[in-house]
């Protein structure tokens, strides 16, 4: 599949390149050309893999929108947040409009919108040509060109705030427009999503939907859904922090559309938890890509793009038995340091999640697990050594990126039914979470009388704020969440503080051990680690090397208050600024707001 794109894309590379050259002449050159393809399913359907090309540019979603959006949280942050540079400028609240990662032609703002443009004339050309009804292909094929521009949309929306809306290809009126109300994009997305959802199948009811990296309705729907809640979530306006004033978008109207998208997904059967995390996240690393599982739709990359390890993995120090891909790949964001601590001991999410220790210089192209310091964690779920495939690029890996899994379905669904119908019609669906996530001898504690003590709405609301912590630490959702929830500076102080006791083991954090122990398992490379538990104090014995497990580098309280730039709001500054080059060339149409 990942090779059909690529194929794909160069197939259609004609079409789009004359449509953006002829786009002020009429009638467009292309117009046969577009009746041609867009009547042809299979001509079409490379057409609409040229949509998703975009993402894979040099400059966009692979190497500056994923590796920097969504740092830092209470849960997440930047591993370099202390070292002032553009790159951290990003992360810690504070980027400017000049930013030299961020200000350039080709960057994701216009790969975003090139995207749109591409959707844009696959969607004008089905209608007009395609007659895409339910059932059929060129249907499926409309069905999936409108989701694709609802997730370029949607991140558009969720980056920069309000943003320039072209739904039709551009043309000598649009070639220069101010921003659309993001209310009036939600609700076109909205409409966009409830007609894709009727015209794609279920995962693995086609050969279309058999595998992630198309899109299907069980995406469909839980996309909407997470689109509905962010609708009517507090967000920042250019008048402040607030609710969406739109009716049609209120808290009732939005919370009952996914509780109703939700709960059609679970009815449908059609997606599953795996049976355990660590298997999921195994397979993901493997590139199982089947459809019907867990996983909803992935980013696709081809095998010489995207950086999901190689930017995010348990970090590797040089090329070694695992990996081909460079030096000095991964983790260059991580966990924050309280997190590990945060998880119940028997949550078996959390040692998947978050990883201590690093790979050292290869010897004899054999590198061995190292402990590094408490205030530098590896996310777990990226790791080349459960690839499958050896990665020998110097630049990229190829893993895709999982945009959505059932897992955010179940946790949706617990919050709107939490405050549409109460505490106890959100239980089963955050049971059925945390279920995957406990051995069952834990269950009855960890799961039914857990979830069953929240009794309240406020209880329960809180109980999934941190659900979702222990569900997502390094899927990169946190922060468009405690925009929503109006929590980011608050949940942002607090991991400050709590930052602050561990490092002086004070408070909750009194009693994590100040010294590590580890020796070397059979293989000669992983490590047995001993201390990592609170309260494990006592030496384990011969064989093992005591390893003093505190604060290293750069002072803690200037770690911790880097976690946002001192002196910045992070609530005022919810949105990265559209950067200077697209303002310049705007023809005066557009201009930062929120105080850039």
């Known amino acids: 599949m990942k090779h059909k794109i690529l194929i794909a894309g160069i197939f259609v590379a004609s079409l789009f390149a004359s449509c953006s050259d002829d786009y002020l002449d009429a009638p467009a050159q292309s117009t046969l050309d577009e009746s041609v393809i867009f009547s042809s399913p299979g001509l079409a359907e490379g057409a609409i893999d040229g949509i998703k090309i975009p ?16 740092l830092n949280t209470d849960t997440e942050w930047y591993n370099s947040s202390q070292t002032v540079s553009d790159a951290s400028d990003l992360c810690t609240y504070d980027a400017k409009p000049n930013n030299s990662q961020m200000n350039t032609t080709n960057n994701a703002w216009a790969m975003m919108y090139s995207g749109i443009e591409r959707a844009n004339i696959c ?44 739904f039709e290809p551009v043309n000598n009126a649009t070639l220069y427009i101010g921003k659309t109300s993001r209310d009036e994009i939600y609700k076109q997305l909205l409409a966009d999503l409830a007609e894709a959802a009727t015209l794609v199948p279920w995962p693995g009811e086609t050969p279309a939907t058999s595998n992630v990296e198309r899109i299907n309705k069980a995406f469909v729907k839980g996309f909407r859904a997470r689109l509905a809640m962010a609708a009517s979530g507090y967000q920042q306006y250019p008048d402040g922090i607030r609710r969406s004033t739109d009716p049609a978008l209120s808290v009732a109207n939005m919370y009952a559309l996914a509780l109703g ?21 195994k397979k993901y690393n493997e590139e199982y890509i089947v459809a019907g599982g867990e996983s909803l739709w992935e980013l696709p990359f081809s095998d010489g793009r995207g950086r999901m ?29 309280t997190v590990f601590y945060d998880y119940d001991e028997k949550d078996t999410r959390r040692d998947v999640t978050c990883v201590p220790y690093k790979y050292g210089t290869a010897v004899n192209n054999v590198a061995k697990q190292e402990l590094g310091a408490l205030n530098t964690w590896y996310f777990g779920k990226y790791r080349y050594e459960w690839m499958k495939r050896f990665v020998t690029s110097t630049n990229d890996d190829g893993v895709n990126k999982i945009y959505m899994r059932y897992a955010e379905v179940l946790l949706i669904a617990a919050e709107a039914a939490n405050e549409i119908e109460g505490p106890a019609a959100a239980a089963p669906y955050l049971k059925e979470v945390r279920r995957r996530a406990f051995a069952a001898a834990d269950q009855p504690v960890k799961v039914e009388n857990y979830v069953n003590g929240f009794t309240t709405k406020d209880a329960m609301f809180k109980a999934l704020v941190n659900e979702n912590k222990y569900e997502f630490t390094g899927e990169m959702e946190r922060k468009q969440n405690l925009i929503r929830w109006n929590l980011l500076k608050a949940k942002l ?50 064989g093992y090397t005591s390893f003093v497990w505190t604060w290293t580098g750069a002072a803690a309280d200037t770690k911790i208050n880097t976690l946002y730039k001192p002196g910045v709001n992070p609530d005022n500054r919810q949105f990265w600024p559209i950067w200077q080059v697209f303002i310049d060339g705007s023809n005066g149409k557009i201009a930062n707001d929120y105080g850039y």
């Open 309 to 337: 390890l190689f930017t995010f993995a348990v970090r590797h120090t040089t090329n070694d038995q695992f990996h081909a891909n460079g030096a000095n790949r991964g983790g260059t964001a991580g966990p924050l340091p």
């Open 493 to 542: 102080d607090e991991a400050k503080v709590n930052m602050k006791s561990l490092a002086d083991r004070t408070g909750d954090y009194a009693n994590v051990p100040t010294t590590l122990y580890y020796k070397f398992k059979a293989d000669n490379v992983s490590l047995d680690i001993y201390g990592l538990n609170r309260g494990e104090t006592t030496n384990p014995g011969t």
């Open 261 to 281: 998208e939700c709960r059609s997904v679970i009815a449908s059967g059609s997606a599953h938890l795996e049976s355990s995390f660590e298997t999921f996240w």
């Open 55 to 70: 993402f894979a540019e040099t400059n966009s979603y692979r190497g500056r929108f994923l590796p920097f959006y969504g």
């Open 123 to 166: 969607i004008r050309g089905l209608r007009k040509y395609g007659d895409p009804k339910p059932d059929s292909q060129l249907g499926y094929l409309l069905g999936e060109a409108l989701t694709l521009r609802a997730i370029y949309y949607a991140d558009l929306i969720k980056t920069w705030g309000d943003v320039p809306a072209r």
